[in-house]
């Protein structure tokens, strides 16, 4: 039997702050990071003194590649003025800054330190889309890459493999992405902060202008099946199943719980964090879920004492539209293969039972991939705090928030549960 | 008897020569395709070669239109898609190949579970030989 999991010490959450995201000429990491650090030193709500952090961790998946400099960790101490002091570089794909989080609570559990950064920072548009591909391809199991895999290849051979086994159709996916379009509007940190037929009106109007025939779409769904403007990229996934190349950076402020009211009287608790590791496509019997989150999941849980019902909202690892429908299986929001019935009953919106990713999500916020995972907690920490503005969500009591992070092709997973008290 | 190490570069060379070759643990019996020098079964090191017959099932396919440099150098792009899968052999390991012989530009008419056998794509010359693992309908 699994052991339980738990801190030595309690871990809160007591400032957050993140850049927006977005493809930026004129912004290179640093100063994407220095938008993200000023916005959490100021979110503290008594105030403190930057120079008492004691540690950075900070979760960076390939810098190195996107803009040829690597070790970040001191480039980004120096910049805040944290120098002398430690700074540690988390790797995990698109989850490295879930990592930098994970690392940061158990270095406060510990009892080594106080007051630590984790954070996350990636500048990925300086190249060209194939270039970026290559990149992020980095990230895959050397068998997939040989055989012409691409990363949206890996998610479209997900997608052929839970349509055969429930009956989905891309019809299910399309609902995914206009829910998380109808949400983005409402952020202004949102890559792509624009509905779907905000899109169309657009393409339209775009038309117009240039005197060229004016297209027709009865609906969202009339738009997302016209291949002109929602073409293939790896059947079945199209342009509007997969996130775009996003510049960006976030960071917490995390402290010993026994000190967290010094900071604020309304701190968050770290109340379950998991993680898992898993294999390529070819050692999965089953190409329907992702092992890593299961058990990252089940750690997470099994720490808070929490059932996937207590989870009142959830950020999940977007990347494409069918992950979407897989993460909310995995996690036990919704029975497998239950999962696109419940999306098409408008369960997963804003005002539904059980929002995800009101943040728009990794498709419309964006997905600087070492900067995601501390993005999707400053979700979590807008939301939990009733901070989100206009896309708070709707509910009475909003206490227990989860974010979950996907690295490479489910090769790393994480599932960190926040609660307000 | 075979001597060479239960490796990825045993497994390419292998290719090379149009065998698609996995290690079997000999504690526990368990097959791996590519091969594994550990078994993540029962964690024995004492493994054994085995041929596997190269008859399989799709088991999840995507025909990609936006390929990495080398799928574009074999003359594939938007207009000219190719497929990759994951195939379930007959038996009962899974590996990544390509998919040949159908028409990536109708995803349709690509059934998960239709039944495949083993084609070994011979790419380059001398040093630079390369073969691709394939496989196309029965």
């Given at each position: 039997m699994q052991k339980k999991r738990k801190l030595g010490r309690g871990v809160a959450v007591v400032g957050a702050g993140m850049s927006k995201f977005a493809m930026f000429k004129d912004k290179d990491s640093k100063d994407l990071f220095g938008e993200a650090f000023r916005e959490m030193i100021a979110s503290v709500d008594k105030g403190f003194d930057p120079g008492e952090i004691d540690a950075l961790y900070l979760g960076n998946f390939t810098n190195d590649f996107?803009?040829?400099?690597?070790?970040w960790g001191p480039i980004i101490s120096d910049l805040i003025g944290l120098a002398p002091k430690p700074a540690t570089r988390t790797e995990g794909a698109c989850a490295s800054s879930a990592l930098a989080f994970r690392e940061g609570v158990f270095a406060i559990a510990s009892g080594f330190y106080d007051i630590v950064l984790a954070a996350g920072v990636e500048d990925m548009s300086k190249r060209t889309t194939e270039e970026v591909a290559e990149g992020l391809a980095l990230a895959t199991v050397p068998y997939e890459g040989r055989v012409g895999f691409t990363f949206p290849g890996v998610f479209g051979a997900l997608a052929t493999a839970y349509f055969a086994k429930y009956g989905a159709t891309r019809e299910d996916l399309m609902n995914i992405t206009i829910k998380s379009h109808s949400n983005a509007?409402?952020?202004?940190?949102?890559?792509f902060p624009f509905s779907i037929r905000d899109m169309m009106n657009a393409k339209i109007e775009s038309a117009k202008k240039k005197g060229k025939p004016v297209p027709y779409w009865e609906d969202e769904k009339s738009f997302l099946r016209d291949t002109a403007a929602n073409p293939v990229v790896a059947w079945p996934m199209h342009l509007y199943d997969c996130c775009p190349i996003s510049d960006g950076a976030a960071c917490m402020l995390l402290v010993g719980e026994e000190i967290a009211k010094n900071f604020t009287d309304d701190p968050l608790y770290v109340i379950g964090i998991g993680q898992g590791s898993g294999r390529g496509l070819h050692a999965c019997d089953d190409l329907t879920y992702f092992e890593a989150t299961r058990h990252a999941a089940k750690e997470a849980y099994g720490m808070s004492g929490?059932?996937?019902?207590?989870?009142q909202f959830s950020e999940v690892?977007?990347?494409?539209?069918i992950a979407e429908l897989i993460h909310i299986e995995d996690l036990g929001f919704f029975k497998p293969g239950e999962g696109h019935k419940a999306v098409a009953e408008g369960l997963t919106r804003r005002d539904g039972p059980m929002p995800i990713?009101?943040?728009?999500g990794l498709k419309c916020k964006g997905h600087p991939v070492g900067a995601t995972g501390v993005g999707q907690l400053f979700e979590v920490w807008k939301q939990l705090r009733g901070e989100a503005g206009e896309r708070q969500v709707p509910k009475k009591d909003l206490r227990i928030g989860a974010a979950h992070n996907l690295g490479g092709t489910g090769g790393t997973c994480t599932l960190t549960i926040l609660e307000r008290r | 008897m075979e001597e060479r190490p239960f490796s990825d570069i045993s497994y390419e060379q292998y290719l090379n020569e149009e065998r698609l070759m996995g290690s079997r643990c000999k504690k526990c019996g368990a097959l791996f395709v590519p091969p594994r020098s550990i078994c993540v079964s029962c964690y024995s090191s004492d493994m054994e070669w085995v041929e596997v017959k190269g008859e399989a099932r799709l088991a999840a396919f995507t025909c990609i239109s936006v390929g990495p440099p080398f799928m574009i150098a074999e003359g594939y792009d938007r207009k000219h898609p190719y497929c990759s899968g994951v195939v379930e052999l007959e038996e009962g390991a899974r590996v990544d190949a390509r998919i040949e012989g159908v028409d990536a530009n109708k995803p349709e008419d690509i059934k998960v579970g239709m039944p495949l056998k083993v084609k070994f794509l011979h790419r380059g010359e001398g040093d630079s030989l390369k073969t691709y693992l394939a496989f196309l309908p029965m």
């Open positions: 996107f803009v040829h400099q690597g070790h509007p409402l952020n202004p940190k949102a890559q929490l059932k996937p019902e207590d989870i690892h977007d990347c494409f539209s990713n009101t943040s728009g | -």
